[in-house]
């Protein structure tokens, strides 16, 4: 099978069980819902403040309810060992991994989709700049984190604590690419500056992750 | 590894206490400053060892990937925790200057901000080696350490666009530049004793986890005898 056809089965497979439980979109609903009310009492921000700090909030409360989705990638696949079967089978490693990204990313997405209006309500958020520009920023910052994400997941879900690992090794490499987001996203709100060096700064981060991404994970799927 | 011990510590300790007169007794006041600008002699060194034992030990990560010996990988945990020591250093004198000479203990700066991320992605590179299972440790902490690497460029140039967008409280952040020819005598035989000093650490904790490493696979062999018996 070829790494296309590998991939789409994988992702069609991820999907059709997404689809009939829905664990993953919602824990990671349910879980941003309850950050964008905590963080709205805590700062209770006027509509103009909110403006300057929503981007942040956003982006914060997607990597944290990211993580809840990211946790669960490979557990799935260590129930009666498919991850073994899988590693013994000639099957490309990366067209594994590229369908557990995918399938992260369109959660994240629909995450994305669900939670916007949500955040555009409760901080009466209006936009200064343009708005395509935020939907190009949100594309580029959620595969960052979700294809690090899922390597992380990979190799989190070897060690002793797995749920904490996730986050402890995300968050550090995140960094980056959370402040072209927010300072992006920012900047598009209050249209003060040109988010261009962001954009721009995300599509290398997103280059260069997925690369190291797919040049490794052989190795970490094969680790013993 | 007794041996080597014994002959390098006392020679390094002597080392270190030599440059420590100079750097607090011999080295001229600095005018502006006062004493408190003698912390650059231990605050610029410790950096540079730092920055050393990463680079270590991001090479010692890329061997291991490729050859699998065992060497490399310890001597990448050795350099990753001599790196976090000697950061940690770099990270407590630096506010301590701060403090005094720019009226504050902190400002999210490219190089201090950079030297922060690349604190924390190593602390997790060692969370990683301690709680990874059994024989995957290595190769799990190898892959991460070319991830950390690999992150440590773009966080810089995204601090640095960052800040020279909005101009930072504190003006002209930079350590003296251009030392008189007394402090740089200074400077140089501490950056040298320093470098000793990580280098004696990396060797020292190179060897313990080599024996480390031998004791366990002696340990398994002797398990997996028993079983057999």
């Not at chain 2, 010692?60 to 000697?86: H, I, M, P, Q, T």
Request: include cysteine; aromatic fraction near 12%.
């Amino acid at each position: 099978m070829s790494t296309l056809g590998v991939t789409r089965a994988t992702l069609v497979k991820d999907l059709r069980m997404e689809w009939r439980s829905k664990d993953a979109v919602n824990s990671m609903l349910f879980f941003s819902l309850l950050v964008v009310v905590i963080f709205s009492f805590a700062f209770n921000p006027t509509a103009e403040e909110s403006r300057r700090i929503a981007g942040g909030l956003i982006w914060v409360a997607f990597l944290f309810a990211a993580v809840v989705a990211l946790n669960q990638t490979w557990a799935r696949e260590l129930r009666n060992q498919v991850l073994d079967a899988y590693r013994v089978s000639p099957a490309p490693p990366n067209a594994l991994f590229l369908a557990k990204t995918l399938g992260n990313f369109l959660f994240v997405v629909v995450l994305e989709i669900l939670m916007t209006p949500l955040f555009v309500v409760f901080y009466e958020l209006r936009s200064v700049g343009p708005v395509w520009q935020l939907l190009v920023i949100a594309l580029l910052g959620t595969w960052a984190l979700v294809v690090n994400g899922t390597f992380f997941a990979g190799l989190s879900i070897r060690t002793r604590n797995r749920e904490i690992m996730l986050p402890l090794l995300l968050f550090p490499i995140t960094i980056p690419a959370l402040l072209a987001m927010v300072d992006a996203t920012t900047s598009i709100l209050t249209g003060e500056a040109s988010p261009d060096f962001w954009m721009k700064m995300l599509a290398v981060y997103d280059i260069v992750f997925t690369a190291i991404c797919l040049l490794l994970f052989e190795t970490v799927l094969n680790a013993e | 590894m007794k041996k080597l011990a014994l002959i390098s510590i006392p020679l390094t300790v002597a080392l270190l206490a030599y440059t420590s007169y100079l750097a607090l007794m011999v080295a001229p006041t600095e005018q502006t400053m006062g004493d408190v600008q003698r912390i650059f002699y231990y605050h610029v060194p410790s950096g540079w060892v730092a920055g050393l034992c990463f680079f270590i030990n991001f090479v010692a990560s890329a061997v291991f990937l490729w050859k699998r010996s065992e060497a490399s990988d310890a001597l990448a945990a050795a350099s990753a925790e001599v790196g976090v020591v000697f950061c940690t250093v770099l990270l407590i004198t630096g506010p301590l200057w701060a403090r005094p000479v720019w009226g504050i203990w902190w400002t999210w700066d490219a190089r201090l901000t950079t030297t922060l991320v690349l604190w924390l992605i190593y602390v997790s590179y060692l969370v990683l080696r301690r709680f990874a299972a059994g024989g995957q440790t290595q190769v799990l902490a190898a892959a991460f350490a070319i991830f950390g690497f690999a992150d440590v460029p773009i966080v810089y140039m995204s601090i640095r666009w960052f800040r020279t967008q909005h101009p930072s409280p504190v003006m002209g952040g930079g350590e003296n530049s251009g030392l008189a020819p007394a402090m740089l005598h200074v400077f140089l035989t501490n950056l040298v004793a320093f470098t000793v000093l990580g280098v004696l650490f990396v060797v020292l904790r190179y060897k313990l986890q080599m024996q480390e490493q031998a004791l366990e696979s002696a340990h398994a062999q002797m398990a997996l005898k028993g079983v057999s018996r």
